[in-house]
């Protein structure tokens, strides 16, 4: 197979936290197909460069172009096809977990109608509590609905996932291993950070450094 | 535009039902604070219907404040804020349905209390009126510059003050109008003028306040 053009790509990315540089000279290019684990010690600037890549902030050095296009011009059109799913889980607690993800469904451009969601719910396992507010989730269940987003159609092509395996049970891991690799099979493209080992083989997750890039 | 829009505006009116307490506290806040007026100024009637209008723009205007801290303090938090920013829709969208939301819940209600008020502070039919419609143009003004606060202090230790003493001063123009349309129709004049300068802030308001907000969103979630 040869390879596809990079739907992502970063060129000599910097970035600034306050007067500290994290990490430069970092050069990325995310294919289709691909599954990337971003890996580096705390405060190595693995959220930061999420963020960046993801549009919420802008890099101190270097360029981001998604598609060809410079990711600021690509502006609401590069949103559409991402899916970014943070440390925080941003479910409301007063909603309940169909209600939250139905929100974010609908902000995200899915039809976010409740049989769609509560598919989603069923998907993560989560179905039976999906009128249970979300106050009395448990974390990994907080977790799970916000990680069923990923089981809606229809799917944004890249994934950029920080720390998505944060509080699941090793039943909630194996399933979120399934959607990842079935994402990558079917052409999409993942990138996610991990402190725990990727259980993932087909296809392979190529592994990015980030303590490589941090200044001396 | 529309679908991001509504499913905001839906989902904070959903969160403020679930939360009652909370969503009427700023309402609630009017009501003492006005009732307190008769009791300190005395409940001389020609006093009273002089200060009504006053009293109550500057009463709704201090509600409207108090509700603003947690506009994006919570979504902000949470993560919410961010998926927001991260839709489809652009930072005004998200901005004029959090700051219609807001209105709605605190800004319409204190539209319709009020002219109960002015009925206790002797204000005949046509001031009362004038004094709800005033009102009903003035708290947009109130929700839309406030969210412009909210953005700006979001984060910030102490940002409830903050806001205060930033947004307060803003609002002075559509306080004086707001307040001056009663008092006209009290010293039989026209209204139009006030009017017209109310509807013109509203205009501006809604025009260039989101813009702002939404750039101040994006350097907050930076």
């Known amino acids: 197979m040869s390879s596809p053009a990079p739907v992502l790509a970063a060129s000599q990315l910097a970035c600034r936290r306050g007067d500290r540089l994290l990490f430069r000279g970092l050069d990325l290019a995310l294919k289709p197909g691909q599954i990337v684990w971003l890996r580096g010690r705390n405060g190595s ?46 479910l409301k607690d007063d909603l309940s977990a169909l209600e ?31 009128h249970a507010a979300v106050r009395t989730l448990s974390q990994g269940q907080r977790r799970r609905v916000a990680l069923a987003r990923l089981q809606l159609a229809p799917r944004a092509p890249l994934w950029i996932l920080d720390e998505p395996y944060d509080a699941l049970d090793a039943d909630g891991s194996a399933l979120l291993d399934r959607t990842l690799a079935g994402h990558a099979r079917a052409g999409g493209t993942v990138l996610l950070t991990s402190h725990i080992d990727l259980n993932l083989h087909d296809p392979a997750p190529i592994t990015l450094q980030l303590d490589d890039l941090a200044p001396r | 535009m529309s679908r991001v829009f509504t499913t905001i505006v839906a989902r904070d009116l ?30 001389e009637p020609q006093t009273l219907r002089q200060i ?93 510059l406030g969210g412009l606060g909210a953005a700006l202090t979001l984060g910030l230790r102490s940002a409830g003050v903050l ?9 002075i123009p559509a306080l004086i109008f707001g307040a001056g349309a009663v008092a006209a129709v009290e010293a039989g004049l026209s209204t139009r003028g006030h009017f017209s300068l109310l509807g013109a802030l509203l205009i501006a308001s809604v025009l260039l306040a989101p813009l702002a907000t939404g750039a101040a969103l994006r350097i907050a979630t930076e």
């Open chain 2, 52 to 144: 009504a209008p006053g009293v109550v723009w500057v009463c709704a205007l201090l509600a409207a404040m108090l509700s603003l801290t947690q506009l994006y303090g919570t979504d902000h938090a949470d993560g919410s804020l961010e998926q927001m920013l991260l839709s489809d829709a652009s930072g005004w969208t998200i901005a004029m349905a959090k700051a219609l939301g807001h209105w709605i819940v605190t800004g319409l209600p204190l539209t319709l209390a009020a002219p109960l008020f002015g009925l206790l502070f002797g204000l005949d039919g046509r001031a009362n009126a004038t004094l709800a419609l005033s009102l009903l143009l003035g708290t947009p003004i109130l929700s839309l």
């Open chain 2, 14 to 43: 959903r969160l403020a039902a679930r939360r009652r307490v909370e969503a009427l506290l700023p309402i609630a806040f009017f009501l003492v604070s006005i009732s307190l007026f008769p009791l300190g100024v005395g409940p």
């Open chain 1, 45 to 90: 600037g693995k959220t930061s460069l999420l963020r960046l890549l993801a549009g919420l902030s802008t890099p101190a050095e270097g360029t981001l172009h998604w598609d060809g296009l410079p990711l600021r011009q690509a502006g609401a059109d590069y949103r559409r096809r991402l899916c970014y799913l943070a440390h925080a889980n941003a």
């Open chain 1, 100 to 130: 939250a993800l139905q929100f974010l469904a609908r902000l995200h451009g899915h039809a976010g109608d409740e049989a769609g969601c509560t598919e989603a719910l069923r998907g993560v396992g989560l179905h039976s509590r999906r």
């Open chain 2, 163 to 171: 806001l205060i003493l930033l947004i307060l001063p803003l609002t």
